[in-house]
């Protein structure tokens, strides 16, 4: 791997505002979502007056801590000056946030399809976008509108990659982002059995199906190691990435000296021919002196 100076080099103005413009975006829709938990809806759910609030959800979770990446990133975009802790730190930020991002949308589009009980239950009751039935909540117009389940399963993820994609040079997973990783996922797991203590059932009423503990260390195990899997997912498109950049500036290499080895017969012929006056009168001298 290239050193730190070479990957968090300051890129070109084009490349800086697109990456400035992507994560002013991101910013923008992730607060929407985040003020909408502080309304009158919000508020009439049954999960924002327990323990926890909507933290309860790692759905939240990783939301908040996206719109922190962001805002943490928009200077990194804008401003030449920024030490290179700071890009590290970008960067790490960022990975280890990718893993549990997607998986926030796989096993909330993979419940729906098992027989289980909705994921949030009567908590967060969400309005449907096609089905004819609606929740209790849709009568008394408290229901969560569609959007907002749409842009905290389905945006996050999407804005997950597009960054992957375009800020590719600076997302290298390190093992640091490993570790940051680690904590969000095992934390999280912890917080889980908080919120049981004080409420006295999990945030998902699917957990509570299942058998305690052999359930609940099935889930937080597979939890964590996919978010480990989706973790080598985005290292190995980095690397693929960096292995095919430094293909291309090879072949570029070899290119070059290719056409100044096609320029350089030429050149030693004139040499010689410059040389070859010199070469005979300095033999004639010799042939006098003998």
């Known amino acids: 791997m290239p050193p730190d100076q070479a990957i968090y080099k300051f890129a070109g103005v084009r490349h800086r505002l697109a990456q400035g413009a992507l994560h002013t975006a991101i910013i923008c829709s992730a607060v929407s979502l985040w003020l909408w938990h502080l309304g009158d809806t919000a508020a009439a759910q049954p999960i924002a007056h327990k323990y926890g609030w909507f933290f309860n959800y790692m759905?939240?979770?990783?939301?908040?801590?996206?719109?922190l990446h962001y805002l943490t990133a928009l200077p990194a975009d804008l401003l030449p000056g920024l030490p290179v802790q700071w890009h590290r730190f970008v960067d790490d930020f960022g990975c280890a946030l990718f893993g549990p991002v997607l998986f926030v949308t796989l096993s909330y589009?993979?419940?729906?399809?098992?027989?289980?009980d909705p994921l949030y239950g009567d908590d967060y009751q969400v309005m449907h976008l096609f089905h004819p039935r609606q929740p209790a909540c849709y009568a008394n117009n408290i229901c969560v509108p569609p959007w907002v389940p749409l842009g905290l399963h389905t945006g996050n993820s999407i804005v997950a990659v597009v960054?992957?994609?375009v800020c590719i040079k600076h997302r290298t997973f390190r093992r640091q982002a490993k570790i940051g990783q680690h904590v969000i996922t095992v934390g999280y797991v912890i917080w889980l059995l908080i919120?049981?203590?004080?409420?006295?059932?999990?945030?998902?009423?699917?957990?509570?199906?299942l058998p305690l503990p052999s359930g609940?260390?099935?889930?937080?195990?597979?939890?964590?190691?996919?978010?480990?899997?989706?973790?080598g997912f985005g290292r190995r498109v980095h690397i693929v990435h960096y292995q095919t950049s430094q293909n291309s500036a090879d072949g570029n290499s070899d290119h070059q000296d290719q056409q100044e080895g096609q320029?350089?017969?030429?050149?030693?012929a004139t040499r010689a021919a410059r040389q070859t006056p010199v070469d005979s009168s300095s033999a004639a001298g010799n042939d006098v002196s003998s």
Do not use: A, N, W
């Not at 589009?109 to 289980?116: A, K, T």
């Not at 919120?195 to 199906?209: A, D, L, N, S």
């Not at 190691?225 to 989706?230: A, D, P, R």
């Open 109 to 116: 589009y993979g419940i729906q399809c098992l027989p289980l």
């Open 59 to 67: 759905t939240f979770v990783t939301l908040s801590l996206q719109l």
């Open 163 to 165: 960054d992957l994609l």
């Open 263 to 268: 320029r350089s017969p030429s050149s030693s």
């Open 195 to 209: 919120c049981k203590f004080h409420t006295g059932r999990f945030p998902y009423p699917f957990m509570e199906q």
């Open 216 to 231: 609940f260390g099935l889930v937080s195990v597979f939890m964590i190691t996919s978010c480990e899997l989706l973790f």
